[in-house]
């Protein structure tokens, strides 16, 4: 039987979190039907000094969630049209967070949560069962010698920040 994750998983250094969130599932359950696939690629955004971390200008009302408890969904939308799906790290009041890239087959962060049907509804709510989104350890060990890393995505105007490996994938 899968074992969900807890919260105090979430409650750790962030760059430790990501690469640890490797080869677990993402799982939501949607009416009588539930969707899971393998976290395949995440990247970390770790606090206020970290430019492209949208925490860095501060707490916002889109932003304060990343302030927050670790374990708790952050959601945002780009483009204003597609979602991204983020879990808080780290202690309450220091703000990072793991964005999934990649689940299974299904790359990129915008296509995961159309595949998952995530939007806003779930921002700010707790990684758990209860409410219909969780993180799984389905018994698959990485070893860290198997994961990459990478420049994060998208974040050029981030300064010397953009060159961080803080990207992880298989």
Known sequence: MPKIIPQ????????????ELLGKFLVQKIGKKTVRGMIMEVEAYIGQKDKACHASRGRTERTKVMFGKAGYWYVYSIYGMYYCLNVVTEQKDYPAAVLIRSVGDIKGPGRICCHFKI?????????????????????VKTKT??????KRIGVDYAGKCKNKKWRFFF
């Open 145 to 150: 010698r198997q994961i990459k890393r990478a």
């Open 119 to 139: 939007d806003k509804k779930i921002n700010e709510k707790p990684a758990n069962k209860k409410t219909g989104l969780w993180i799984e350890d389905g018994g």
């Open 8 to 19: 105090k998983f979430f409650n750790r250094p962030t760059l430790k979190v990501a690469q």
